[in-house]
């Protein structure tokens, strides 16, 4: 199945909000790379990260076509689940699908075409890193919190979905643990792209594609250029992490907060 | 010419997806009829978009789906008078256990992803006789939750072909409309039949008669305990 190796997708331009064509040729992603993607609220960040789920063909309201491997993914990349090569996490924190934890993810197993794995354990416990209140495998996917399903959604990705592209829409917003969830999707060398409002994990990726009025504004590339920026925000997240422990601890904070 | 016999529970994207069929096939000829039960526009509205010829019937007493097979054959013949490619029949899907497809024609079931987990149970002989399951309303859910829905649909019908789709904005439907450039044609339609057999259900109700209880009925009647059907003669 060597059409199924993923060695890159392609971005090609598309239109922004008023049909005008968008200021880049190509945008290049390989397994392994990290890509934030940033802009005001209506930019078309969302837009964007679905246009390569779909792999769209200039058929989105967008006009971009995204490639694999240089050409037109086969249609069974689009259609079958089991040879998709991309999960996506999206902004959604609500699963509408009224069944347990372990029957979907079970089912969702099936679907990803592994007949006989029971990843259900493993999941839920990935999961559970992410978030604060432990996820029960006999609760209702309708009855999980939103940082609870988007905990829960990640652990999915890696572990079921097990995908070489991970697209995420910001992770950072359902209160979850965002610093292991990012940890834990480099450890299983995943391609990522995140929407995400948030310096810390801007500033982690390799590539930052900023957004506008629907379209690729700009691609940057700080090349280590942000290394003290980035060491200083670690400073700052950890700080803000742990006083927002404390918080939820019900503690009061009656100490000088360490910049 | 080709026959679309698209089906589905009410507000699930039928029209939607109709629509983007058609804005989809700029060069082809399309001629609509939508069956339903008290109120439609759709046949006013795409006519007014695409510019199409239209037509639409209430079922009146009749279930919508048998309504539909019983006008199928003039349908064809208006269609085919007006030399379309491709008449579409949108049916009011609300009778869950009727299939309104034909031999000779395309059958398109749309469903929402949004309407449950449960949802393709509930309406399997619609699944099940159908040759593609349009689902709709993806742009609403999780991508894992779209995976687990085709995987609750191939458990009904497991040759079906599946599509995904957010029909506002017409994504995903690349495959579909090659299926329908490529689907089979309406050869002798005098030979058309229903693929599968309706239910049988004819009682006093069917004729307008309104007393509850099957004691006041005749037909076909059922009681709340005990065997399934029951012939009440007069
Ligand atoms: N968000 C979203 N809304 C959709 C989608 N498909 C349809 N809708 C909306 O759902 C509503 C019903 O869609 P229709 O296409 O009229 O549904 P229908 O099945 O033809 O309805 P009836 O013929 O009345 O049974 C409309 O407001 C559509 O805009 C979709 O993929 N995503
Ligand atoms: N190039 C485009 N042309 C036309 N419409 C677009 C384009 N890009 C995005 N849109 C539309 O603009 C709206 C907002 O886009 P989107 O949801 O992607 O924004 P976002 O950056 O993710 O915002 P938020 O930060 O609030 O999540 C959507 O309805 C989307 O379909
Ligand atoms: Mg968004
Ligand atoms: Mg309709
Ligand atoms: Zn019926």
């Known amino acids: 199945m060597s059409e199924n190796i993923i060695h890159e997708i392609t971005i090609l331009p598309g239109r922004n909000r008023n049909g005008e064509p968008e200021g880049f040729d190509e945008i290049r992603i390989k397994p392994g790379d990290t890509i934030s993607i940033v802009g005001p609220t209506g930019s078309g960040k969302s837009a964007l990260i679905n246009d390569i789920e779909i792999f769209a063909s200039r058929d989105t309201i967008t006009k971009r076509q995204i490639l694999v491997n240089g050409t037109t993914p086969p249609d069974h990349f689009i259609r079958d689940p089991a040879r998709k090569p991309v999960a996506m996490i999206t902004q959604n924190t609500r699963c509408l699908c009224d069944l347990s934890v372990e029957d979907f993810l079970c089912m969702h197993t099936r679907s990803r075409g592994y007949r006989d794995q029971d990843l259900v354990e493993e999941t839920v416990s990935l999961a559970n890193q992410f978030t604060g209140e432990a996820i029960r495998r006999t609760v209702r996917m309708t009855q999980l919190s939103g940082g609870q399903t988007r905990s829960l959604m990640v652990a999915d990705a890696i572990l079921i979905s097990n995908t070489p592209i991970i697209l995420l829409d910001e992770v950072e917003n359902a209160g979850i643990f965002k610093n292991r969830v990012i940890e834990a999707l480099r450890r299983y060398h995943k391609a990522l792209l995140f929407v995400t409002h948030d310096p810390l994990v801007s500033l982690l990726s390799d590539r930052r594609i900023v957004m506008h009025d629907g379209a690729v504004a700009k691609v940057l590339t700080p090349n280590g250029s942000e290394q003290s920026a980035l060491k200083q925000m670690l400073a700052y997240d950890a700080a803000i992490a742990k006083v927002r422990e404390q918080i939820r601890a019900g503690e009061l904070i009656t100490n000088a907060i360490p910049a | ?234």
Not at chain 2, 226 to 234: C, K, Q, S, T, V
């Open chain 2, 1 to 234: 010419m080709r026959l679309i016999i698209v089906a589905g529970p009410p507000s699930t994207g039928k029209t939607s997806v109709i629509r983007q069929i058609i804005r989809s096939m700029p060069n082809h000829r399309f001629v609509y009829l939508k069956i339903d039960v008290v109120v439609a526009t759709e046949d006013e509205e795409l006519a007014a978009e695409f510019g199409i010829a239209t037509k639409k019937i209430y079922s009146g007493d009749l279930c919508p789906d048998h309504a539909g097979i019983m006008v199928m054959e003039d349908a064809i013949s208006w269609a085919a008078g007006l030399g379309a490619d491709y008449l579409i029949v949108e049916s009011a899907g609300l009778c869950l256990r009727c299939t309104p497809y034909t031999t000779q024609s395309l059958g398109i079931v749309v469903l929402s992803a949004v309407s449950g987990i449960h949802s393709p149970v509930k309406m399997a002989p619609m699944i099940a006789l159908a040759d593609m399951a349009v689902v709709t309303r993806v742009d609403l859910v999780t991508q894992a939750e779209k995976e687990v829905f085709r995987e609750r649909i191939k458990g009904i019908s497991s040759s079906i072909e599946i599509v995904e789709t957010n029909a506002i904005q017409g994504t995903g439907l690349r495959f579909l409309i090659r299926t329908i450039e490529e689907g089979p044609e309406v050869t002798d339609s005098k030979t058309i039949t229903l693929r599968g057999i309706p239910p049988l259900g004819v009682c006093t109700v069917c004729i307008g008669k309104t007393s509850i209880g099957w004691q006041n009925h005749f037909g076909v009647v059922r009681k709340l305990n005990g065997a399934d059907y029951l012939f009440r003669g007069e």
